[in-house]
T-cell receptor, first 114, second 113 residues
């Protein structure tokens, strides 16, 4: 069972470079989201999507772009990487209905910006 | 301002001890979830509580949702090294047609053999 798949698992960038973190899920979930996890800060929501063609900002969206062209894929783009974006990024998906849906997480992508 | 406050932030205990982790807020939640995260992996759902006063048990883990749906606790009986991990609580609040899930900062539990 694939679930939520993130690539790459590790990435090192130089300040100003751009890159895309890929996320794919095979559970036909409407809702997909990106979180970043930093020491002492917990999980913070960057962007989320409730279906193909629909995206919205979370609590820390600056410096990141997303798009949702298919139900399965939800890439996260860093247009001009900054050292403050060094973090572990998690993609998560769930069924979009109600308040109690389980979030399924990928294994994470560890990004270092020099 | 952190919407969900978890305490303690760190906890190191010996195998066989009991422990309680708390998740507190001034906001009311539609539901509250507990996740466990192991190093190098994403969080995995342990339980969801939706009714004020609700108590759920998962083997040696007991979860309680406060009567006012503003807080929750996780109690582990006779902790084992396999319980080691980061425990995260997450509260869901209605935001129009969507439910926004907010995470606490987590409690890092280490159970020593």
């Amino acid at each position: 069972n694939a679930g939520v798949t993130q690539t790459p698992k590790f990435q090192v960038l130089k300040t100003g470079q751009s890159m895309t973190l890929q996320c794919a899920q095979d559970m036909n979930h409407e809702y997909m989201s990106w979180y970043r996890q930093d020491p002492g800060m917990g999980l913070r929501l960057i962007h989320y999507s409730v279906g193909a063609g629909i995206t919205d900002q979370g609590e820390v969206p600056n410096g990141y772009n997303v798009s949702r062209s298919t139900t399965e894929d939800f890439p996260l783009r860093l247009l001009s990487a900054a050292p403050s974006q060094t973090s572990v990024y998690f993609c998560a998906s769930r069924v979009f209905s109600g308040a109690s849906g389980e979030l399924f997480f990928g294994e994470g992508s560890r990004l270092t910006v020099l | 301002t952190q919407l969900l406050e978890q305490s303690p932030q760190f906890l190191s205990i010996q195998e066989g001890e009991n422990l309680t982790v708390y998740c507190n807020s001034s906001s009311v939640f539609s539901s509250l979830q507990w996740y466990r995260q192991e190093p190098g992996e994403g969080p995995v759902l342990l339980v969801t509580v939706v009714t004020g006063g609700e108590v759920k048990k998962l083997k040696r883990l007991t979860f309680q949702f406060g009567d006012a749906r503003k807080d929750s606790s996780l109690h582990i009986t006779a902790a084992q090294p396999g319980d080691t991990g980061l425990y995260l609580c997450a509260g869901a609040r209605s935001g129009g047609s969507n439910y926004k899930l907010t995470f606490g900062k987590g409690t890092l539990l280490t159970v020593n053999p």
